[in-house]
């Protein structure tokens, strides 16, 4: 599929088969509801069109098991978190972020921290901290300065603790 990994908004979205060679395990594989989701989400952007669709072809023994993908509610969690530090880091050398203020207002941009508030005790945020904190801005700061202070260590960035500016 073109809209694969691409930037691609369109109205309509085609799979055309759901296999894919995986070149580790040395066969075919069905498409993941991940990558199925993501080819789907190119379909009816909402900054380009007011609706969307999104068809796939398969064989007919597989059609039960995308009907059934695709009808779950399984949330969709971020993983940000494992690679917040190197995010952060692109977003300091791109400069879009240039302080503290900068890079807290950046993680609240992200999935993770809309996933964060929706489903907090999956990325280690205890019930006591919600409450305390309903919009998790300690946790948000606890992370970004965590990021901040391994990306010190490592010398990827001066960072003045007094200022809080890069």
Known sequence: P?????NLP??????????IYDAKQGKFVELSILDVMQI????????????????????????AHYMQ??????????????SLTDHLNAEVVLGTVRNLSEAIAWLSYTYLYVRMLKNPTHYGVAFHEVQSDPMLRVRCRELIEGSIKELARAKMLRYNFDTHNM
């Open 2 to 6: 073109l809209a694969w990994g691409v």
């Open 10 to 19: 369109a109205h309509s979205v085609l799979i055309k088969g759901t296999q």
């Open 40 to 63: 789907f989400g190119r379909a009816g952007r909402p900054q380009f069109d007011t609706s969307g669709e999104g068809m796939i072809l398969t064989t007919h023994d597989k059609l």
């Open 69 to 82: 993908l695709m009808h779950s509610a399984l949330p969709i969690e971020s993983t940000l978190q494992a």
